[in-house]
C-alpha cells in the first residue's frame, strides 16, 4: 500500500509542473494537460543525468514543480490548528521543511514512474468565474487497474495552484493533517521540525483528518 501510494503521488507530482507564460487560466485542465508533456518531456531529455545527480535533481523538482503547489495553504492545512499557535519562525521552518519532505520523499518515485502510465482526463465542471476547481484524472497502466487521481486547485494571483491531491479519494493534506496531529500529541512542534529537516520523519499511507482552513 505504502508502494502504491508513493507512486500515485509521484505520477501526480510530475502533472503538476504549470507553465508560467500562460495567461490567467480559464480552464484549469489545460494547465495540467500543458504541463504534462512538459515534465514528461524533461524527465525523458535529462533522465540519465538526473539518475546520476541526485541533489540537481532535487533542485529541478524543487524550481519547476514546487512553486506549482500552493505550498503554504498546504502547510496551514496540514497543521491545522497548531499552526495558529505557531511563532511566525516555526511556521517558516515547517513549510520550508515540508517542502523538503516532498521532495525527499517522492522525487526519487517520480522519475522511475514518468513514462509508463498514460493520463485520462474528465471534464472540469465549475462555474464561470470560479477561483476553485477540481481536476479529475485517472492513471491508466499496463496491465493494472486505473488509478483516480483528483487535483484541488485556486487560483491565486494569475496561476492556477494545486492545494491537494487525492489519489482514489485518498488526501494528501488530510493523510500529514493525521500524522502531525498524532506526533504532536507525542512532542512539540519545534521536535516534530527539526525531525523533518534532518530527514527523520516518514512518510505514511493516508489518514483521515478534517477540512482545510479557511
Known amino acids: 500500500m505504502i508502494k502504491q501510494w508513493l507512486t500515485g503521488v509521484a505520477a501526480a507530482l510530475g502533472l503538476a509542473v504549470a507553465a508560467q507564460a500562460l495567461a490567467a487560466p480559464s480552464a484549469p485542465d489545460e494547465t495540467l494537460k500543458a504541463a504534462v508533456a512538459e515534465i514528461q518531456d524533461l524527465l525523458a531529455k535529462n533522465h540519465a543525468k538526473y539518475k546520476a545527480d541526485k541533489p540537481g535533481y532535487f533542485k529541478m523538482v524543487d524550481e519547476k514543480i514546487v512553486p506549482h503547489f500552493d505550498v503554504p495553504y498546504i502547510a496551514r492545512s496540514v497543521l491545522a490548528r497548531n499552526w495558529k499557535t505557531a511563532t511566525p519562525e516555526q511556521q517558516a521552518r515547517f513549510q520550508d521543511a515540508f ?116
Open 99 to 214: 517542502k523538503n519532505m516532498l521532495i525527499r520523499s517522492y522525487a526519487d518515485a517520480m522519475i522511475e514512474n514518468y513514462d509508463s502510465v498514460k493520463v485520462e482526463w474528465k471534464p472540469v465542471r465549475m462555474a464561470e468565474g470560479a477561483t476553485d476547481a477540481t481536476v479529475n484524472t485517472n492513471l491508466l497502466r499496463n496491465g493494472k487497474p486505473p488509478v483516480g487521481i483528483g487535483f484541488s486547485m485556486r487560483l491565486v494571483g494569475a496561476d492556477w495552484k494545486i492545494t491537494d491531491i487525492t489519489i482514489e479519494n485518498l488526501s494528501l493534506v488530510q493523510n500529514f493533517r493525521g500524522q502531525f496531529a498524532s506526533e504532536l500529541k507525542k512532542s512539540d512542534l519545534n521536535s516534530l521540525i527539526t525531525r523533518m529537516e534532518g530527514g527523520q520523519f516518514t512518510t505514511d499511507t493516508p489518514k483521515s483528518g478534517g477540512s482545510a482552513p479557511q
